[in-house]
């Protein structure tokens, strides 16, 4: 059982962590700091089964990008039930801001996390791994549990699936 | 009036080179701790209600298997004990009856 004190420093230690990558997902402050909220509880409940195979950091990783995904396969779900939305099923947020991002360059960057969240999975979370929050190539293989070489495949095959999708929207 | 400005491929992918890390709210940690003590007293009230039921159930069938056995039993005994009684209060031989 984790004492108030360890699980401070946990969280002093890892908060920035969990609640940027929550957010190179959701994009939006509140959804992240949901997210962030769900992962720390998680941990409270399920320090003691944590085996210390993999760091703290790269468990924490996990457990943020299991937690990112289901809020994304659930905010999917609810727009394609929602009667409105019923026509357009893409997860378009309509109220980004990402604090981390330029004044200048949130434009850009809007449209390009509107492109990431329209990629697979597993290159989304490569790619926002590498691009959101800098993890060498062999950091992100442990945390998303695979070889260098499939790392290194779905890295490429996001950039290339972004550059074909800011080409269509150009010419749309 | 709401014009799209059109960005390099490039341009757009490297927007978030200069990424910087966000800071979450400062009273997320006390947010995070009274969702954890909230899971806790509910955690505690189910499993004190599962323990009460539990402990219930339990007697109920105690007192259930218990009664059946003490009426199965008496009923054997006071038959033998009846016919006993009958007999000698009325002096009879029981062996014409039986």
Redesign the interface.
Known sequence: MLS?EQF?EI?KQY??LV??TA?GYVQN?ED??EI??DV??EV??KWAQFEGRASVKTWLYRITINRSLDYLRFQKRKKRFAFLTSLTDQMEPSDFF?????ME?Q???A??FRLINKLPESQKTAFILS??EGLSQKEICEVMQRNEGAVESLLSRA?DN??KQ??NS?ES | MNQRKSFSPEEILDSLNDLQPAEPSPFLFTRIEARIATQKAQTDFSIRWVSRLAVATLLFIGLNVGTWVYFNQKSELSYEEGVANISSTYSLDSDIYF
């Open positions: 108030r401070q969280y908060s920035r609640f940027n957010l402050r992240a700091e962030t909220q720390f509880v409270h409940s990402h604090p981390g991002v330029a360059q434009e850009q960057a449209l390009l691009k959101v950039r972004l550059r800011i080409g150009a």
